[in-house]
């Protein structure tokens, strides 16, 4: 159905006892106070908001106790001391994407810096997706079976002079999620990792997978931390979110740690490096890698965007550094999706 008009749904809607999937659209009104929701058997539901207010937020996501699969859309645009509040005993999967101005220049700072708070406590979540433009304040509870989670957050806090105490926020999430077992740190979070201050990170004792995506105009000088704070870390993926062009600052620059993080000694199996541009602060990362990776079983190195003679100069200098796992081999990529051994 499409309409003009908001579209009022009857309040017998939200106390069915046999419901177990709803969708539920933008244009809504509720014939029925929020307090009085109780979807008992609900298990799947997928909700889009524009400009949700606290009766929604806070009150309906947490008032169906079968639930299982979580997704929420939310447009946030001038939206400020907003509390969405997930509280699901039963919730196994969550996607949550808030949006707010995608134009920097019309950006409403007073959004950005607003005390909009998202509470999630989840006892069996096993799936985590958080993708938000802005990064609100968080309170991660009781995420002690998370299996898998994907933060993409805080793309407005990056180049905004004065805004570190704000992008500290991200380590309210890490704090959260430090039972994962398959973590996903997207462009954003990167970005805002980079600028926030030097916080020391959680530690990530059950973490055995890693991926890593970092914007071109931002460094690595995280990297170092975020493998001392995976003890048992086995696979580790790095990106750059696009290669550099030509005039391009892309700093993919760290600063190697005194003492090889503890993951490198008996853990870390697998590295796969995509979009290098063979720059020597590139293979010095590289270099370290293999020098000190003693399980290192597998190097996969994309260079497809190289030229051949580039692709030949940076692939000599690679198969000449010091191994010191004796069963690992290097591997580079000429597509997308395929690899070839060296």
Known sequence: MFTDCPLSLPSELFTCKTLIQLSLGKELEFDTPLSSVWLPNLKDLDVSLDYPGNDITQKLFSNCPMLEDLYIRANMENQKDIVLNVCAPA??????????????????????????????????????????????????????????????????????????????????????????????????????????????????????????????????????????????????????DLPCEDGDYCDFSWVEPQKAPSCFLSHLENLTIMRFDGEDHELELLKYFLENGRVLKKVLIGCCHLTPEQKANFLEKAGQFQRVSKTCRIEHSDSPDGFEMM
């Open 91 to 240: 919730l196994k999967t969550l996607d949550l994407k808030l949006v707010a101005f995608l134009d920097f220049e019309q950006l409403d700072w007073g959004l950005v810096l607003s005390r909009n708070k998202i509470i999630i406590n989840a006892p069996v979540l096993e799936d985590l997706i958080v993708f938000d433009d802005y990064l609100p304040c968080y309170s991660l509870e009781n995420l002690c079976s998370l299996v898998s989670a994907y933060i993409n957050v805080g793309h407005w806090c990056m180049p905004v002079v004065g805004m570190k105490v704000h992008g500290n926020q991200l380590f309210k999430i890490l704090e959260g999620i430090t039972n994962v077992k398959f973590l996903t740190l997207n462009t954003a979070t990167m970005g805002v990792l980079d600028y926030a201050d030097d916080i020391k990170l959680p530690l990530f004792r059950n973490l055995t997978h890693l991926e890593l995506i970092v914007p071109g105009d931002f460094s690595w000088r995280r990297l170092p931390d975020l493998l001392c704070s995976a003890p048992n870390l086995g696979t580790l993926v790095m990106w750059k």
